[in-house]
């Protein structure tokens, strides 16, 4: 007799992301009629040491078709996991990790080979009649996260019109993961009426913030600290602000290049600028303060703010377990943010987060600048009890479709739900054993 969670097929598509952009789709079915589907969203501001997705070149949408990663799922990975057991998620993780054979995954694509992954625990999620949040982290899965929200874009994500990457906001003084979202939602309301009365109002960045026009990036912090208080909140109280410098965009080799304000900073340079903002402003969190190549300073920053303020290492860290290590080693950051596709599987997340957690590191799942209407990111944040969701702005259906689910998953959960509050920025949350 077959197991009902044995693999029997694997399907892939190419589909479309928020950017209008090629990406790949997968289905996994099983032998028992259980089948689950993912898509794999794209990056514009990545990390050097993220695992590669592998694109087409060539003169198709400008070289970013993926019709080799759609051919590479359908063909070699549906041959070398049929059979395999979908409910063995770091079984058929590992099996991919080695058809592909290389340390990045540029042979297969890490868009390839995380549609399969993704897809495969949704297939075995739905073949134990269970939601995915539940599958990954059992009747322990009741942490709605904080979400972290763009109010305004800028960086790789929005022409550069401003350095910093993103200006969010986090609402510590909520007492639930709805009512974190209605503050959220007036606030950005009135960030947008602020810059359409000043004529600073230029659409939407990639992510659904705000695309402004400003003279400095300190102006920027300014205008979110006056929406804060324009939609009836106390800064730093209730609503606080958290930043993604996304420094190794606009730096390199200990020299970081602000074109809006057309001057340029060394690491000190940067740091101090840095600290002035989080004693000027309600910071709570920010996010690749220093490059990727610039891990001494990236060290000293951490220790400079000490408990103050979350230092999240994206790029830094690009959701890598070793690199993590490294990095609680030399005293870098204190947060990572847990990216699917900058490793290619759910397993070696899954190992960076283990990894965070053995480190005393809080932990934020995100999703990318070129996203889509899979919600699978929302169920990892829930189900492996990450405390923190990073998605996008308040705006934008790729966007709304996460908000929307965790909103889903906090009603259905009821009086079992519990909210990730502002005790997250403290790295107190205690994390239940790992199913």
């Given amino acids: 007799m077959m197991h009902f969670c044995e693999i029997r097929s694997v399907h892939a598509r190419r589909v479309w992301d928020s950017r209008g952009r090629p990406t790949v789709e997968a289905e996994v079915l099983l032998r028992g009629g259980a089948m689950g589907r993912a898509i794999v969203p794209a990056g514009a501001s990545k990390g050097a040491r993220e695992a590669l997705e592998l694109r087409d070149s060539g003169a198709s949408f400008g070289g970013l078709d993926v019709q080799r990663a759609v051919g590479h799922v359908n063909e070699e990975i549906a041959r070398a996991v049929q059979g395999m057991a979908g409910d063995d998620q770091a079984a058929l993780d590992a099996r991919l990790i080695a058809l592909d054979g290389t340390p990045t995954k540029e042979r297969l694509g890490a868009n390839a080979t995380l549609a399969v992954s993704m897809a495969a625990a949704h297939a075995a999620a739905a073949a134990h009649g269970l939601p995915l949040y539940r599958y990954l982290g059992g009747d322990g899965a009741t942490l709605l996260p904080m979400p972290q929200i763009q109010i305004l874009g800028g960086g790789a994500h929005a022409g550069r019109r401003v350095d910093i990457q993103d200006f969010m906001v986090v609402c510590p003084g909520a007492c639930c993961f709805a009512q974190a979202l209605e503050w959220t939602a007036e606030v950005y ?46 800064p730093g109280e209730q609503v606080s602000i958290a930043l993604d410098i996304a420094a190794s965009d606009f730096g390199r080799g200990g020299r970081y290049r602000l074109g ?37 300073a990236f060290a000293r920053f951490t220790r400079a703010v000490g408990e103050k303020v979350q230092v999240v290492g994206d790029d830094f860290l690009v959701s890598d377990a070793a690199l993590l290590r490294q990095a609680a080693a030399d005293g870098a950051a204190n947060a990572v943010l847990l990216k699917p596709n900058q490793r290619g599987t759910l397993t070696e997340v899954r190992h960076c987060w283990d990894a965070a957690r053995d480190a005393g590191y809080a932990g934020i799942v995100s999703a990318r600048s070129g996203e889509t209407e899979d919600t699978t990111i929302v169920d990892l944040a829930i189900g492996w009890h990450v405390g923190q969701l990073k998605v996008g702005a308040f705006a934008r259906g790729e966007r709304m479709a996460k908000w929307n689910e965790a909103l889903r998953i906090e009603e259905r959960l009821g009086a079992q739900a519990r909210f990730a509050g502002a005790e997250v920025f403290g790295r107190t949350l205690t994390s239940p054993p790992a199913p």
């Fill in 189 to 234: 309301r009135h960030a947008g009426l602020r810059m359409q009365a000043r004529g600073a109002n230029f659409g939407v960045a990639d992510e659904g913030g705000w695309w402004p026009a400003f003279a400095t990036n300190e102006e920027a912090l300014e205008a979110l600290v006056d929406a804060i208080e324009r939609a009836g909140f106390i």
């Fill in 260 to 296: 809006l304000e057309r001057r340029e900073l060394d690491s000190d340079g940067l740091i101090a600028l840095l600290l002035r903002w989080c004693e000027r402003f309600p910071i709570a969190s920010i996010e690749d303060p220093l490059a990727e190549d610039d891990p001494v």
